[in-house]
């Protein structure tokens, strides 16, 4: 996400740098590998240290040595087992005349080519004491070490600190260290932050980082660490972070230069008709956080607001009130949702006040006919006020809104920046509200909703209470299949939840219902194994053959899968059978029972969104997590947690905790930029002097190089991209 300078060293394809075959070049091509920065982004595995030549006497057990030694012999034979080996013995230059051999079980006829008996060479590998079967031996001995003759090379060259990389699809290691080896020699380059601000803040600039990433300094003693371990990885970390800040602050000060003109003074009206015309009275919450959003929208400027709140804190109801507002004043406005299920939903809740109300509502999906599609567009860009609710459709650059006031984006985690940026490309004035039920920690919003007020709903509904759950590991599969139908058979109207959709339903797998683990707060991606829908039927059919099931998924035509939840929304079914499609969306406020198979490999923010599908009508509810593996000590914690009730301001929080440096956390929506040396949660702790440091190159900005205002206008181009799926 660094705006890389416009230099040979970064712009040039890589087709032009080396020998890389066309199947080679396609095959990167598929990996985003297209120019010479794309190659320089990816570091180094690791760091081979050759800055010290070491005697074949000091070799010891699994500590990687660099030595120097004669060949004495060689030949090609075979081990025990019958595989062919060469084997090359040597013996040390130093005075000790140490013995080593050498192994190659690879290449034999080329390397046995490039050895001579009686010429001395330099090899760099890890010495073994052990033979096959775990027998000591007294020579240290050598599987695949790199070597060079010292005919040709000058020895004192070979010295210092080397990248090691990994084989890309096409090029070996040491193709791929000549090409960058070509691209580094293209240094100087020009730099792309204020020298002073490099000085006052002691930083260098990204250019100089990422050729020391490549071409570590040649530093006397001490440890090496891997290269994405280093200091200098972090300091670029550190940077692109700064640099994803100062766009965020640039389009908020875009934002805030943007003076509108209100048609109102007030925000009353319809919204307030809407609320006398619910079943249920707005909590106090609820009313406090319409106000608050009402002063952002009365504001000079364009608002941009982010709603959290608790699964059943009543979101829908703050939205629509505000919705129902803006359309009274004649306004267009619109409610956007991931999917089409949730999109209809949204649409079936409002439908009957618009219709008491007077208010225009419009849908538009993908999937609707072309007829009312056209009808609808048509309406829209002849400014007819009113609501339009629908998915990602609405971002399509063929539907114009003649003048959209307020747009509000559903499961904002389904989304990103470039979404948003996609929105106020139709009306740069327009007021912005995101919700989510899946509350993200303070320090990671600050990353990803830099550019957005966050209000927050505590609390939720009265009669709503988070479900009793229940844990059961995978030899207790029966016990828990046996709660469940037993609480069915009571009454009650359940889901069961699989991992996986399974070879009777064309064995394909879940990507696009698994997009939604991928929140902010990292879900776990869910194991490829495990019961699928089909094994669940069975399952169900054999326990309870009475009971009335129903199977939903991804890969279902729309209308079959609407009809299957009408259905179960009605009571003629009692259980359905579902993927994580389920996970948000999904009203039934009969439904208290759930049971999810392989519940381990979910994260937090996954199992506290299945979790508010149940108990949605005020009831009792029950959430059983059955495991169909042995469980880690994390997963152990995650299920502790839901067990004890917490709630999800609290899972937020714990589930970023449990997350070791190991594990990222994926931003793999369209609409979010690619980090290429940020990693969260690691990197979290940089945010704040980040954010000051983009704060300092915004009073820099007529220092700017060309290439860093150049670089955040090709960012915003390309979340827009993204956002767009072209």
């Not at 051999?101 to 330099?122: D, E, S």
């Not at 033979?131 to 003759?149: E, L, Q, V, Y």
């Not at 709603?307 to 004649?330: D, R």
């Not at 039934?588 to 519940?599: D, S, Y």
């Amino acid at each position: 996400m660094i705006p890389w300078p416009s230099h040979p060293a970064f712009q040039t394809p890589l087709g032009e740098l080396g020998r890389i075959s066309p199947l080679a070049l396609e095959q990167l091509e598929k990996k985003g590998l297209i120019l010479s920065s794309d190659l320089l982004t990816l570091p180094p595995l690791r760091y081979q240290d050759r800055r010290v030549i070491t005697p074949l006497c000091d070799a010891r057990q699994d500590t990687p040595l660099f030595f120097c030694a004669t060949v004495s012999s060689l030949k090609i034979t075979t081990t025990r087992s019958g595989k062919p080996c060469l084997i090359v013995n040597c013996e040390d230059l130093t005075k000790t005349g140490a013995k080593g051999k050498i192994w190659f079980f690879q290449g034999l006829n080329w390397i046995a080519k490039a050895f001579k008996v009686g010429r001395n060479y330099a090899f760099y590998g890890t010495p073994s004491f052990l033979a096959t079967g775990g027998r000591s031996i007294t020579i240290p001995s050598f599987t695949h070490p790199d070597f060079f003759d010292l005919t040709i090379e000058d020895v004192n060259k070979l010295l210092g600190v080397f990248p090691i990389y990994g084989t890309l699809k096409g090029i070996t290691s040491h193709q791929r260290a000549n090409l960058l080896s070509q691209i580094l020699d293209k240094w100087p380059v020009p730099t792309i932050l204020p020298e002073e601000f490099l000085l006052k803040n002691k930083l260098k600039d990204p250019t100089e980082l990422i050729r020391i990433v490549h071409l570590p300094p040649n530093i006397p003693g001490g440890h090496i660490p891997l290269p994405r371990q280093t200091k200098t990885f972090r300091a670029l970390g550190l940077l692109e972070l700064t640099i994803w800040r100062l766009f965020y602050l640039k389009e908020r000060f875009f934002r805030q230069k943007t003076q509108l003109a209100r048609t109102y003074t007030s925000l009353n009206g319809k919204g307030e008709d809407f609320i006398k015309l619910l079943p249920f009275s707005l909590t106090s919450e609820q009313t406090r956080v319409i106000s608050v959003i009402k002063e952002g929208l009365l504001a000079p400027s364009p608002a941009t607001i982010l709603l959290q709140g608790e699964v059943g804190s009543g979101k829908t109801a703050v939205v629509a009130s505000i919705l129902f507002t803006l359309a009274g004043y004649g306004k267009q406005v619109a409610l956007v949702a991931p999917t089409e299920l949730l999109a209809r939903q949204h649409l079936d809740f409002l439908a009957p006040f618009a219709q008491k109300l007077g208010i225009n509502l419009f849908y538009l999906t993908g999937t609707i006919t072309q007829r009312e599609r056209k009808g609808t567009l048509s309406a829209l860009q002849n400014g007819t006020p009113g609501i339009t609710v629908g998915t990602q459709a609405i971002l399509g650059e063929k539907v114009n809104f003649s003048s959209l006031s307020l747009a509000v984006i559903d499961e904002q985690h389904r989304f990103g920046v470039g979404q948003r940026l996609c929105l106020r490309e139709k009306n740069p004035s327009l007021d912005l509200i995101s919700m989510s039920a899946t509350p993200i920690p303070r320090s990671l919003s600050q990353v990803l909703y830099g550019d957005m007020d966050i209000v927050n709903i505590l609390g939720t509904l009265p009669g709503r209470s988070l479900p009793d759950t229940y844990y059961f590991p995978k030899e207790e599969k029966e016990e828990a299949y046996k709660l469940f139908v037993s609480l069915i058979e009571k009454g009650e109207k359940g889901f069961l939840i699989s991992p996986r959709i399974g070879k009777a339903y064309e064995d394909l797998a879940e990507e696009e219902e698994n997009q939604s683990q991928m929140t902010q707060e990292g879900s776990l991606k869910p194991s490829s194994k495990g019961p699928s829908l089909a094994d669940m039927e069975r399952e169900l059919k054999s326990l309870a053959p009475d009971i009335r099931q129903g199977t939903i998924h991804g890969r279902q035509d729309k209308l079959f899968r609407s009809k299957v939840m009408q259905d179960f929304r009605a009571g003629e079914l009692q259980v359905l059978i579902a993927t994580t499609i389920v996970e948000v969306g999904v009203d039934i406020p009969g439904a208290n029972v759930m049971l999810v198979e392989g519940a381990e490999n979910m994260g937090l923010a996954q199992l506290h969104q299945l979790r508010g599908r149940v108990g949605r009508g005020g009831g009792k509810a029950s959430l059983i997590l059955l495991a169909h593996s042995e469980i880690s000590p994390n997963a152990a914690l995650r299920f502790s947690a839901l067990q004890s009730g917490a709630d999800g301001y609290e899972l937020a929080e714990l589930d970023l905790e449990l997350r070791g440096p190991g594990e990222d956390i994926g931003l793999k929506q369209s609409g979010w930029p690619k980090f290429s040396f940020l990693k969260f949660p690691r990197d979290l702790s940089q945010v704040p002097r980040a954010h000051q440091l983009a704060l300092e190159l915004m009073a820099l900005e007529d220092k700017f190089s060309n290439d860093l205002t150049l670089g955040l206008e090709e960012l915003q181009k390309s979340l827009l991209k993204g956002a767009l799926g072209v």
